[in-house]
């Protein structure tokens, strides 16, 4: 349990970040995770912004395990969030609420601004790839809004390239795709990995892939320990820019 002092830094650094306003009005629809501590703009190395998938019942689903080291260790980054109430996420509202809150962030003073996406959240930050300066890193992880069924397949690659057609050339400065084997709601992993690829050479923005590793498979891929393992350091060092990135991993059977 946090102490009051620390409760009490953390309302006064919220305050802090939100100058000027009129009582009630909140002009970043983003949050910070309640179980981070915030640092704000000045100290953090930069702010992530946490998109979760779509949920039905009880509280938004917090970020995967591997992102843990990049906001509670050392490398200090500050946990925003955008959290959608459950059963009801429209993508179009997601969308821009999240370039509204990459925005204010920027307005905050953050160094950099990271965005990291699961399932649905990972559709509707690739939908928001429209909007210039968008963030400096983007982390889709098994982007998903059509469900399983297998006439949607058809709908939902379509969308996906169109999501990726309208990115605008300066919206990233580098960003990373993950699929998994076994994903009962990806329509076509080749296409979609191919998509992602073609439009991110097109803006010349350098783009890590990391396609169906042999293990963890399944939707919820990135939850498992053994994804955090193998795969954080890497996919932490795209999220920060911290050099040269590559994710060595061996195929799955194809």
Known sequence: MRS??????????????????????????LHPDPEVPLRGPARAAGALVWVHAYYTEGAPP???????PLTLGDAGWDLWRLDRAPRQDPLLAGVEALVAGTAALRRLGYRQ????????????????LRRPGLADALLLIAPAAHGTRPERRAQALADWRAALAAMAPDALRRAGLVL???????????????????????????????????????????????????????????????????????????
């Open 4 to 29: 009051t002092i620390g409760l009490a830094r953390r309302a006064l650094l919220l305050a802090a970040l939100a100058p000027g306003l009129p009582a009630g009005a909140d002009p970043n629809p």
């Open 62 to 68: 917090g970020p995967p395990p591997f992102l843990v």
């Open 113 to 128: 601004v990271a965005v990291v996406g699961e399932s649905r959240g990972a559709f509707i930050a690739a939908m928001a």
């Open 180 to 254: 998994f084997a076994e994903d009962p709601y990806d329509p076509d992993p080749p296409a979609r990995a191919a998509a992602f690829t073609a439009a991110m050479r097109t803006h010349g923005v350098p783009a890590l892939l990391l396609d169906r590793p042999v293990a963890p498979t399944g939707h919820g891929g990135a939850r498992d320990p053994e994804f955090a393992a193998r795969f954080g350091g890497c996919l932490d060092a795209l999220l920060t820019g911290a050099g040269e990135v590559a994710c060595v991993t061996d195929a799955a059977p194809r």
